[in-house]
C-alpha cells in the first residue's frame, strides 16, 4: 500500500521540498515529470498546483496534499464545506519567511479609493475569486470580481479599479505602485487528507506521522541545542540567563561539584548569550543544529 501525496508546484514547491528534508524525507524533483521521487517507499508524491490541490484531495486522487488555507478557502466556497476534506496539520512556513501570507486588496498609489466601501460597482482583478466576492459580499458591496490569470499587479487601473492579491512583504505591491487598503484573509499552508483516506488505520497512520515530522521540522527552524558545564555554586546565575522551549535539563556529572545543562534556545541570541553564560561560570560551551523539536 502506498499513500499518495501532493506536493505543491510552484512558488511553495522549493520551500516544501526543503522542509520535507528537513524532516528526514528526500524529494527529488524533475523537470521532465511530475512523479517526484522519494526516499520512503510507502510513499508516493505528484506535483500538483496548490490552486487545484484541494479538489484532487476531496475528490480522492490523493490521499493528502499540502496547500494553502487560501486556495482552501476558494474550494469550499465554490464546492461547500462538506467536501471530503480534513485538515491534519497547520504548517507555518511560507516561500520566503516563516511567516503568514497574506491577501490584501489593493489600489494605485494615485487612486481615489481609501477604503473598499469606495469601490462599489468598480472591477477587481484577483485568482482568489470566490473568497474575494464573499468578502464584498459580507460587507453589502456591489463589485465585478474578474478573474486574473496572472502578473495581478499591472492591471490597475486600465484592467482593473484593484486587485486582491497574495503578499508576504509587501514588496512586489510597492514596486508596481500599489498600496494596501485592507487585508481579505491571512494564510498558511496545510497538510490536508481525504476523508476515506484518513477512515483507514494504515493510511491515517501514515499521514499522522509525516505531519509529526513536518511540524517537528518547523518547530526547530530557526533554534539551536546549547550544552555546558557549570558549577553548583554558579548554576543560580547560568539558569537566569536561558530561556528554555520547556525548561533546561540539568544533570549530574561525575565530579559532585559540576552539572551539565542542555537547552534549546533561538539560534538569533547565540552570539550574546554564550559571553554571558561563560561569564557566569560556564565551561565547555557546546552550540549543535537541530533538525527536529517533538513537542
Not at 35 to 42: G, H, K, L, Q, Y
Not at 81 to 92: I, S
Request: hydrophobic residues 45%.
Amino acid at each position: 500500500m502506498k499513500l499518495k501525496l501532493g506536493i505543491p508546484k510552484g512558488s511553495l514547491q522549493d520551500a516544501t521540498v526543503h522542509l520535507f528534508a528537513r524532516a528526514g524525507f528526500n524529494i527529488y524533483v524533475s523537470s521532465r515529470s511530475y512523479f517526484p521521487a522519494i526516499d520512503d517507499p510507502e510513499i508516493e508524491c505528484m506535483l500538483i498546483r496548490a490552486q487545484e490541490m484541494a479538489r484532487y484531495v476531496a475528490d480522492g486522487v490523493l490521499d493528502a496534499g499540502l496547500t494553502g488555507q487560501d486556495w482552501i478557502a476558494e474550494h469550499q466556497a465554490t464546492h461547500g464545506r462538506r467536501n471530503g476534506l480534513q485538515a491534519v496539520v497547520d504548517l507555518v512556513y511560507a516561500k520566503q519567511s516563516l511567516g503568514k501570507v497574506r491577501w490584501v486588496l489593493a489600489v494605485p498609489n494615485d487612486s481615489p479609493y481609501q477604503a473598499a466601501r469606495d469601490l462599489e460597482g468598480r472591477t477587481i482583478a484577483t485568482e482568489l475569486v470566490r473568497v474575494t466576492e464573499r468578502y464584498f459580499a459580507d460587507l453589502g458591496i456591489d463589485v465585478n470580481v474578474e478573474f486574473s490569470w496572472g502578473a495581478t499587479e499591472v492591471k490597475p487601473p486600465v484592467l482593473a479599479d484593484a486587485i486582491v492579491e497574495a503578499t508576504e512583504t509587501g514588496s512586489t505591491l510597492r514596486a508596481n505602485r500599489l498600496r494596501i487598503i485592507d487585508t481579505i484573509m491571512e494564510s498558511t499552508p496545510q497538510l490536508i487528507a481525504n476523508e476515506v483516506a484518513m477512515a483507514d488505520e494504515w493510511k491515517r497512520t501514515k499521514i499522522e506521522n509525516v505531519a509529526l515530522l513536518l511540524k517537528a521540522a518547523i518547530e526547530a527552524q530557526g533554534r539551536v541545542g546549547l550544552m555546558l558545564n557549570v558549577r553548583r555554586a554558579d548554576l543560580g546565575a547560568v539558569l537566569a540567563l536561558l530561556p528554555a522551549l520547556q525548561r533546561p535539563t540539568v544533570a549530574p556529572l561525575s565530579d559532585d561539584e559540576w552539572v551539565a545543562v542542555n537547552t534549546i534556545i533561538e539560534e538569533r541570541t547565540v552570539r550574546e548569550l554564550i559571553p554571558r553564560l561563560k561569564a557566569a561560570g560556564g565551561q565547555g560551551i557546546v552550540e549543535y543544529p537541530l533538525n527536529k523539536i517533538v513537542i
